[in-house]
């Protein structure tokens, strides 16, 4: 459904997912909103705890954007396969929202120095770098290996389709059936079937996703892979 919103951020030269690099958002702003409200705890200034509660509605905002680009990112590189780091970016991403809710509600009636609220802060803290650890579990679980230019083409290929589930070559779903070393390498025709109707979970690629050419330049790049 995004494919074409994807492929337009390739065409400026972004391959990238999205929500790495919109997540600094909500996390720079809960730090934010940390330091403000232990601020106002230790020199007893109300301001900076209203300031506090003003950057939690920012951090809430845009917690709501990083997740929802978090979905289409999922669902694109991953095929919205429930990956175990997902999982756990799906559990704590929930909690930080309710988190952000609770501290901006609670931010309005009780003091600065109420224990409930300062608990709300620091828990959200930790959850936005729990958060980020999954995050980099899956993204420097690496994407391509780099090979010569005449493999560009294949290496497009496999970005926007393979590197989720197979990054570096390897298999994040099932180790064992990695794309390097595999049997299925040996002939394009015994490729080009797999990709089109493969053992589940893996995601079948019919011709109007990868073309018959698209698919024999990815071989080309496939078979060139090495650790
Ligand atoms: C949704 C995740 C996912 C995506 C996307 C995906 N694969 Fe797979 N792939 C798998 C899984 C899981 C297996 C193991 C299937 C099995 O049980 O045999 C697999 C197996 C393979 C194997 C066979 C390994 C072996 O020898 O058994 C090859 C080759 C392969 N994939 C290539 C590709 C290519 C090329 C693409 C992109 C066009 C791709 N895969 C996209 C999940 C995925």
């Not at 429930?82 to 509600?105: Q, T, Y």
């Not at 828990?123 to 493999?151: C, D, E, H, I, M």
């Not at 779903?173 to 080009?192: E, M, Q």
């Amino acid at each position: 459904m995004f494919d074409s919103f994807y492929r337009a951020l390739y065409a400026l030269g972004y391959t990238h997912p999205v929500h790495p690099a919109l997540v600094s958002m909500p996390i720079g702003l809960v730090v934010g909103a940390l330091v403000l409200a232990l601020a106002a705890v230790v020199f007893k200034k109300s301001e900076l705890a209203v300031s506090a509660r003003h950057v939690m509605v920012v951090a809430l905002v845009f917690a709501f954007i990083a997740a929802a680009a978090g979905v289409v990112d999922w669902m694109h590189f991953f095929h919205g396969v429930w990956l175990f780091p997902i999982k756990v970016k799906v559990g704590l991403a929930s909690f930080l929202l309710v988190l952000l809710v609770l501290g901006v509600i609670f931010g309005g009636k009780v003091e600065p120095t109420s224990p409930v609220l300062v608990s709300i802060y620091v828990l959200s803290f930790f959850t936005v770098v729990g958060l980020g650890f999954f995050g980099a579990n899956l993204v420097f679980g690496g994407r391509t290996p780099p090979l010569p230019k005449q493999y560009q083409a294949g290496e497009m290929v496999y970005r926007m389709n393979c590197s989720g589930c197979h990054p570096y070559g390897g298999n994040v779903i099932a180790p064992r059936k990695a794309v390097l070393g595999s049997d299925k390498l040996d002939h394009f025709k015994t490729f080009l079937d797999w990709i089109r109707s493969p053992r589940p979970p893996m995601a079948a690629f019919p011709k109007a996703v990868i073309s018959d050419a698209d698919a024999q330049e990815l071989y080309q790049y496939a078979k060139n892979l090495h650790d």
